[in-house]
């Protein structure tokens, strides 16, 4: 077959630097899992150099014309190619509540959409790789005070200790993006458990972004606080000023308060 053709409505960039390629699939350490779950091969030039690792590697592609070409020049993924939509896909109808790795040239379009829906089987996912807009990675790894950090910075260094790799130039990829690219390595904490309500803090932080430029006393009255926790000095700040430990301690007081 052919090359596949890339879609614009995809998001589809292909990767055509063999040696980026590799060192994205070296960022992985293959530690407490036996699966990596490759999201967006395209025509698998990440593919395989996976396939040449100790781990079972999957494949999701929502591309018919890319599963077709993987289907036939990789028959190592014989059985292993899902050809469904990883944010629409129940996961667990191939791994089964096992422990697996996420990696991948993610769609630009889609990749934030992507980080929050491996949010939800943090459980399941002791780490997270990958190529991304420049700008989305370095967001994700942010620490706070910049304008750059928020909602993603906060609910994904919850979980995870988040580390920038390295910068993707533009003439790598076929068609070339406008934007250069970052890849990222996150690894699940040893404790990811909250010491508070996870759907309380997951509120408490986007609720306190929607309004990044206000105090937390202004940006967080959709909460109905009461007086005098309104009064915490914690309030005083913005957003972007607080770290996760923060807004961990911010969520107990919420709690505390009776919300």
Do not use: G
């Given at each position: 077959?052919?090359?596949?053709?890339?879609?614009?409505?995809?998001g589809q960039h292909f990767l055509k630097d063999e040696s980026i390629a590799k060192d994205i699939a070296d960022t992985l350490n293959l530690e407490g899992y036996d699966d990596v779950l490759e999201i967006g091969p395209g025509m698998g030039v990440l593919t395989k150099y996976l396939l040449d690792k100790p781990v079972n590697t999957y494949v999701i592609e929502i591309d018919t014309e890319s599963v077709t070409y993987l289907d036939q020049n990789y028959p190592k993924l014989k059985d292993r190619i899902i050809s469904k939509d990883f944010l629409k896909y129940n996961i667990n109808d191939i791994f089964e509540g096992k422990q697996f790795a996420i990696i991948g040239n993610f769609p630009y379009n889609i990749s934030t959409q992507i980080v929050f829906r491996a949010l939800e089987y943090r459980d399941q996912i002791p780490e997270f790789a990958g190529m991304f807009q420049k700008e989305v990675a370095q967001r994700i790894c942010e620490k706070k005070g910049t304008k750059a950090y928020g909602i993603l910075s906060v609910l994904v260094q919850a979980f995870y200790d988040a580390e920038y790799l390295f910068t993707v130039d533009e003439n790598v990829f076929i068609p070339p993006p406008k934007v250069k690219s970052g890849v990222?390595?996150?690894?699940?904490?040893?404790?990811?458990s909250l010491p508070c309500g996870e759907k309380l803090f997951f509120t408490v932080v986007k609720t306190a972004f929607q309004q990044r430029r206000k105090t937390?006393?202004?940006?967080?009255?959709?909460?109905?606080?009461?007086?005098?926790?309104?009064?915490?000095?914690?309030?005083?700040?913005?957003?972007?000023?607080?770290?996760?430990?923060q807004f961990i301690e911010l969520t107990q007081k919420i709690e505390a308060d009776g919300v």
């Open positions: 077959m052919e090359k596949v053709t890339a879609k614009k409505h995809l990222l390595r996150l690894r699940r904490k040893k404790d990811y937390l006393r202004n940006s967080l009255k959709t909460l109905n606080l009461s007086d005098s926790l309104r009064e915490d000095k914690i309030f005083d700040l913005r957003p972007e000023q607080l770290n996760v430990e």
